[in-house]
């Protein structure tokens, strides 16, 4: 499977959303759902895990995407993720990274 790398940083093809709509997994939106409702304190239904990845056009994308300041900043400033942005590393980006430190490592070896 190709690597798909999102706007932030995270491989969006290693993501359960991902696999899960690329190979039509049932078993995995459920499984996902549940991890993800539990983990989230939202409701999360199998169904809603299904996404192309953030930098796709058209296509389904997993809830938050569709809000995502950092995924709206690199559309706007037409880069592929934010390793390609003059002004990398934002205080938006910093702070998403704080929580997701494998997205810095991989947006830091894109930059290389």
Same mark, same amino acid.
């Given at each position: 499977?190709?690597?798909?790398? $999102? =706007?932030? +940083?995270?491989?969006?093809? !290693?993501? @359960? /959303? ?10 995995? #939106?459920? %499984?996902? /759902? ?7 304190? /939202? ?5 809603? =895990? ?7 056009? $058209?296509? @389904? ?5 569709? *809000?995502?300041?950092? #995924? /709206?900043? +690199?559309?706007?400033? %037409? =880069? ?10 934002? *205080? ?7 929580? =997701? @430190?494998?997205? %810095?490592?991989?947006? !830091? !070896?894109? #930059?290389?």
């Amino acid at each position: 499977m190709e690597k798909i790398i $999102g =706007v932030c +940083g995270i491989v969006c093809s !290693d993501c @359960p /959303a991902y696999v899960a709509y690329k190979n039509d997994d049932q078993e995995l #939106r459920i %499984k996902s /759902a549940k991890e993800w409702s539990e983990m989230y304190g /939202a409701e999360i239904k199998p169904e809603d =895990v299904n996404c192309v990845g953030c930098m796709v056009e $058209g296509g @389904p994308k997993i809830g938050h995407c569709f *809000e995502c300041e950092i #995924r /709206a900043c +690199g559309v706007k400033n %037409k =880069v592929a993720t934010c390793a390609d942005c003059k002004d990398y590393s934002c *205080e938006a980006l910093d702070k998403f990274l704080e929580m =997701v @430190p494998e997205a %810095k490592t991989t947006l !830091d !070896d894109l #930059r290389k």
